[in-house]
């Protein structure tokens, strides 16, 4: 059975997100930060810092991320919806505030064909990791669930 839900929940879900999404931007900015100054508001101070404005508006990444990944996974909002149209549905959604983050805050030239491609790729990339990961976690979830079980049934 799930815990219930507190708002601490989601504000932990969204900072874990967070995180991860930052300690990921600061290794790239770590490797290209000091090519890239001047052509990314990311890069705005090469490799030596994040600004907070970026920091900002990587934090209301991580709040779309994890409002989404709670409304559409949590059968108490969408009882009716596939998993798998959940998922589309998902990766849709964040895909599009990637786009309109992309053109509000010049996250990098919209007429630049190479970084589109770039950014393609790595959203394709880190998206299968994290679906991967899931997958593994519930898994891991289920056996562990299904081990317990197994056991309360055999003491019966």
Excluded at 6 to 31: D, S
Excluded at 63 to 79: A, Q
Excluded at 143 to 152: I, P, S, T
Aim: proline content about 1%.
């Amino acid at each position: 059975m799930e815990d219930r839900k507190t708002i601490f929940t989601y504000i932990g879900e969204t900072f874990a997100t967070y995180g991860i999404i930052v300690f990921l931007f600061v290794l790239i900015t770590a490797g290209i930060g000091k090519d890239a100054e001047g052509y990314s508001t990311f890069f705005t101070f090469g490799n030596r810092a994040m600004s907070l404005h970026t920091l900002l508006q990587l934090l209301g990444l991580a709040v779309v991320i994890s409002v989404c990944r709670n409304v559409l996974f949590d059968d108490r909002w969408i009882r009716s919806m596939s998993m798998l149209a959940r998922n589309v549905l998902f990766f849709l959604i964040i895909t599009v505030t990637i786009v309109l983050f992309v053109i509000l805050f010049g996250w990098f030239p919209i007429n630049d064909m190479k970084a589109w491609i770039g950014f393609f790729i790595s959203f394709a990339v880190s998206s299968t990791v994290a679906v991967v990961l899931s997958r593994i976690r519930e898994r891991a979830e289920n056996d562990k669930m299904n081990r317990a079980l197994e056991k309360y049934n055999g003491g019966k």
